[in-house]
């Protein structure tokens, strides 16, 4: 029963705590101390009993810091205190650490007579913790710069880009007026809109992945009809994508939603492309609406028969910049997928995928209907 006792019991949990115990006389002097922790910056504990721990730190030689003094001040006022920090320089050449971080707590003692007799505490080592909190703040602060340096490059892309881009496209659209619709060079100038196009779509994508990220971007909500839409997004890829039959199912003639226009033509152009992109060998792209759950919600699926993604890959679809196996040798920014999904979040739904390689793939994107 003897193992038992209060007092070995005491100094059990001090051994294999995570800091120590510790107590000082009326001029802040050491009386006790116990448990390994403390021990990291000193031979041996004898060495402090009977010092304070400015007095400990003077014998080593060290410089006191100014913390440490304002402790012993709050001391001096008999002041309890409850997770103070202060750094200490370490003694031991072998150290791995030449500054350790200590975080304390204490509180004054009163005899029977409230005779103020000294403090007894605890403390513990957190320098771990400190320089795991240091390199957190370097990665953030890293990646801080970074995104600024995205939206810096994003910005020129935009302001560099776009103007020539018009002057093309509608350079192409007059010459395109003035020749007939069986000509070669028609057909060329409607190439040369629809790269225009694809390069324009890029452009968006990243300005609007940029103000996603910066909090920039809310939906501007209205009465939308979902099909109509969809039909204005598929005429404008067939004009892009000639060689491609873009057919739409829909179980109802209305599919009301209530969303942002311009937001919801990214989602569904967003699927369009990719199902265009990879298609493989296949021309046949397909777009479903149907009504689920007793009409409160609108499910669009955009299925094609194309080169598919492994089924490792598909829980990584939508996040930012990632790309499957299968998009090699594909032009692409991988920034489509997760516009489609930040989108689609911001409008009360989600978004899914399925998948089978070499067989093709099934996007789906499920909005609440209008009330």
Same mark, same amino acid.
């Given at each position: 029963?003897?193992?038992?006792?209060?007092?070995?019991?005491?100094?059990?949990?001090?051994?294999? =705590?995570?800091?120590?115990?510790?107590?000082?006389?009326?001029?802040?002097?050491?009386?006790?101390?116990?448990?390994?922790?403390?021990?990291?910056?000193?031979?041996?504990?004898?060495?402090?009993?009977?010092?304070?721990?400015?007095?400990?730190?003077?014998?080593?030689?060290?410089?006191?810091?100014?913390?440490?003094?304002?402790?012993?001040?709050?001391?001096?006022?008999?002041?309890?205190?409850? =997770?103070? $920090?202060?750094?200490?320089?370490?003694?031991?050449?072998?150290?791995?650490?030449?500054?350790?971080?200590?975080?304390?707590?204490?509180?004054?003692?009163?005899?029977?007579?409230?005779?103020?007799?000294?403090?007894?505490?605890?403390?513990?080592?957190?320098?771990?913790?400190?320089?795991?909190?240091?390199?957190?703040?370097?990665?953030?602060? &890293?990646?801080?710069?970074?995104?600024?340096?995205?939206?810096?490059?994003?910005?020129?892309?935009?302001?560099?880009?776009?103007?020539?881009?018009?002057?093309?496209?509608?350079? &192409?659209?007059?010459?395109?007026?003035?020749? =007939?619709?069986?000509?070669?060079?028609?057909?060329?100038?409607?190439?040369?809109?629809?790269?225009?196009?694809?390069?324009?779509?890029?452009?968006?994508?990243?300005?609007?992945?940029?103000?996603?990220?910066?909090?920039?971007?809310?939906?501007?909500?209205?009465?939308?009809?979902?099909?109509?839409?969809?039909?204005?997004?598929?005429?404008?890829?067939?004009?892009?994508?000639?060689?491609?039959?873009?057919?739409?199912? &829909?179980?109802?003639?209305?599919?009301?939603?209530?969303?942002?226009?311009?937001?919801?033509?990214? $989602?569904?152009?967003?699927?369009?492309?990719?199902?265009?992109?990879?298609?493989?060998?296949?021309?046949?792209?397909?777009?479903?609406?149907?009504? &689920?759950?007793?009409?409160?919600?609108?499910?669009?699926?955009? $299925?094609?028969?194309?080169?598919?993604?492994?089924?490792?890959?598909?829980?990584?679809?939508?996040?930012?910049?990632?790309?499957?196996?299968?998009?090699? =040798?594909?032009?692409?920014?991988?920034?489509?997928?997760?516009?489609?999904?930040?989108?689609?979040?911001?409008?009360?739904?989600?978004?899914?995928?399925?998948?089978?390689?070499?067989?093709?793939?099934?996007?789906? $994107?499920?909005?609440?209907?209008?009330?």
């Amino acid at each position: 029963m003897n193992d038992f006792s209060g007092e070995r019991r005491f100094e059990d949990f001090a051994e294999i =705590g995570f800091g120590w115990f510790w107590e000082t006389d009326a001029h802040h002097r050491f009386s006790f101390i116990t448990g390994n922790r403390f021990n990291s910056s000193f031979e041996l504990t004898s060495e402090v009993f009977g010092r304070s721990r400015i007095e400990i730190l003077e014998a080593y030689g060290h410089v006191v810091p100014d913390d440490l003094r304002t402790l012993e001040q709050l001391m001096d006022r008999r002041e309890v205190f409850h =997770g103070f $920090v202060y750094e200490r320089p370490t003694n031991k050449p072998y150290e791995r650490r030449e500054i350790q971080f200590c975080e304390l707590s204490g509180r004054p003692v009163f005899d029977a007579d409230g005779t103020f007799v000294g403090y007894r505490g605890t403390g513990r080592d957190i320098t771990a913790q400190r320089e795991r909190e240091a390199h957190l703040r370097k990665m953030v602060d &890293a990646e801080v710069r970074r995104s600024e340096e995205m939206r810096r490059l994003i910005s020129m892309v935009n302001h560099e880009l776009r103007t020539p881009l018009a002057v093309i496209d509608s350079t &192409a659209q007059r010459l395109g007026a003035r020749l =007939g619709e069986d000509s070669d060079e028609h057909l060329r100038l409607d190439r040369i809109r629809a790269s225009v196009s694809r390069a324009v779509d890029v452009i968006d994508r990243m300005l609007s992945s940029a103000r996603l990220e910066d909090g920039r971007v809310t939906p501007e909500k209205e009465s939308l009809d979902l099909l109509s839409l969809v039909r204005d997004v598929t005429g404008l890829q067939k004009q892009i994508n000639p060689g491609f039959a873009f057919t739409t199912e &829909a179980d109802r003639p209305d599919f009301m939603v209530q969303g942002d226009r311009h937001m919801l033509e990214m $989602v569904v152009s967003n699927l369009l492309s990719n199902a265009v992109k990879y298609s493989g060998t296949s021309r046949d792209i397909c777009i479903q609406l149907r009504h &689920a759950e007793g009409g409160r919600w609108i499910e669009l699926a955009v $299925v094609d028969k194309g080169v598919g993604v492994p089924l490792e890959h598909l829980p990584m679809l939508f996040r930012r910049f990632f790309r499957a196996s299968t998009a090699r =040798g594909i032009p692409g920014s991988g920034l489509g997928l997760s516009l489609v999904r930040e989108f689609v979040r911001m409008h009360g739904g989600s978004v899914s995928a399925t998948s089978t390689p070499g067989a093709g793939s099934i996007f789906r $994107v499920r909005l609440p209907a209008r009330a």
